[in-house]
């Protein structure tokens, strides 16, 4: 069976396209950057402290609250008012908070989601959301990022998700949210090419095992598309994006990469 891989690029706020499953069906898929939805509790563990109602941002209840009622009312409006499929999600303070927008936010959308805490020393992580009403959870995992320098960053999370109304279809989603350049471009290129190696490994191990037919790799990867860990590591190739998609800011789509 041929497989097909699709690399959302994301350098913006919103992406959703249709990818076309099986038949006539369409999936919208989305990924967003919620930009440091964190809850108001002090947690030891992580480096939290600028996101606490005594800290300089005064970071409250109410903060908080207009927070998730502006994302979930973007979320919603997504896919003409149906809300996305699937929604990849990265700068999540835990699962408390992606709880809040799922289970209250978004109740009426029936989406579930797939979290695991981050070693990131901020505590942000990634998660995925996705429909109830179109696929059924396989299994899920998160994969580490070993950066050379030893720095903690996001893991890479892997969902394998099927489709219900064709169960013979799997699709494997990966989120990621790699190292950033706050120490410049060059310097940090190695760790985005880390975790494009990551990624492009877990792809090859579960295709080697036919874990799925299907690959979709969404996130904020910090780098442009032009760049070494997009273009040679996971070999992506750029096409001009047409009317199946809808981009918000700077967004670039690339082809669906076919594997006989």
Known sequence: MTNKILLLLFCGIIFTTGAQSSGTDTLSVAFWNLENLFDTKDDPKINDEEFLPQAERKWDNEKFSKKLHN???V?????????PDLLGVCEVENAYVVKKLSEEKLKDLKLQYVHFDSPDARGIDVALFYKLSKFKLVSKEAFPVL???GYKTRDILVVILELKKNTSEKIAVLVNHWPSRCQGQSESEINRVTAATTAALAITKMKENDIAQHFIIMGDFNDEPANNSIMTVLG???????STAHLTREIVKTEL????
């Open 71 to 73: 994302q979930s009312a």
């Open 75 to 83: 979320i919603r409006a997504m896919n003409n008012g149906r809300g």
């Open 147 to 149: 950066l050379p320098d």
């Open 236 to 242: 992506a190739k750029p096409v001009t994006c047409d």
């Open 257 to 260: 990469l076919n594997y006989s």
